[in-house]
Nanobody, 123 residues
Framework: QVQLVESGGGLVQAGDSLRLSCAAS????????MGWFRQAPGKEREFVAV????????DYADSVKGRFTISRDNAKNTLTLQMSSLKPEDTAVYYC????????????????WGQGTQVTVSS
């Protein structure tokens, strides 16, 4: 397993941008598929974005397409989620996740999780 630490969350206004980062402990970070998930108050955790090992594949939840961008820097063991045009409904705890065997939009595909970072968007 790999240790993941998210950062960059905070309180912003609707329309603002925010950049989340996820630092990974693994020296073989490039061998992990990576994803972002989020959990809003009273709701189940949901898929946000996924990126393959070499960044050749990226996918997003429909609710964030065109507003969020997932990227990774394998040399720095870092995963990033650039969020723009934020909406109050984006308010949630955001988690990064790592998969040692695949990548995708299902939580069951990931075997390592960070502790989460809170994003709050005010209207």
């Amino acid at each position: 397993q790999v240790q993941l630490v998210e950062s960059g969350g905070g309180l912003v206004q609707a329309g603002d941008s925010l950049r989340l980062s996820c630092a990974a402990s693994a020296r073989t970070f490039s061998s992990y598929g990576m994803g972002w998930f989020r959990q809003a108050p009273g709701k189940e955790r949901e898929f946000v974005a996924v990126i393959s090992r070499n960044s050749g594949y990226r996918d997003y939840a429909d609710s964030v397409k065109g507003r969020f961008t997932i990227s990774r820097d394998n040399a720095k063991n870092t995963l990033t989620l650039q969020m723009s045009s934020l909406k109050p409904e984006d308010t949630a705890v955001y988690y990064c996740a790592a998969s040692s065997w695949t990548y995708g939009n299902l939580q069951s595909q990931y075997d390592s999780w960070g502790q989460g970072t809170q994003v709050t968007v005010s209207s």
